[in-house]
């Protein structure tokens, strides 16, 4: 009932920037915390930043300074704008969505399903 759909990755070089979007769609009552989430070969999946309904927002702290997470809510949409990246942010990166849908009526989360963003040195 629920599809997030994620654009934005690809290739940057060290220093660059590149702007992630992720859309949520669907039988949608509300979306209470959005996040994103990356995951390195041979490393665990891991919370990058996350946003709540109200503006809230967290950073892991290997981005703090660097990354900005924000919504629109009229548009179901998250962003992750990364600034001044690095070699070590090239991962698989996935949004999260934590919705309430009309029918059926229930709470649960939903994935994207995952962009690439390679940073080359």
């Known amino acids: 009932q629920v599809q997030l759909v994620e654009s934005g990755g690809g290739l940057v070089q060290a220093g660059g920037s590149l702007r992630l979007s992720c859309a949520a769609s669907?039988?949608?009552?509300?979306?209470?915390?959005m996040g994103w989430y990356r995951q390195a070969p041979g490393k665990q999946r891991e919370l990058v930043a996350s946003?709540?309904?109200?503006?809230?927002?967290d950073y892991a702290d290997s981005v703090k300074g660097r990354f900005t997470i924000s919504r629109d809510n009229a548009k179901n949409t998250v962003y992750l704008q990364m600034n001044s990246l690095k070699p070590e942010d090239t991962a698989v990166y996935y949004c999260?969505?934590?919705?309430?849908?009309?029918?059926?009526?229930?709470?649960?989360?939903?994935w994207g399903q995952g962009t690439q963003v390679t940073v080359s040195s």
């Open positions: 669907g039988s949608i009552r509300s979306i209470n915390g």
């Open positions: 946003i709540t309904s109200g503006g809230n927002t």
């Open positions: 999260n969505a934590d919705v309430t849908s009309w029918l059926p009526e229930r709470r649960r989360g939903y």
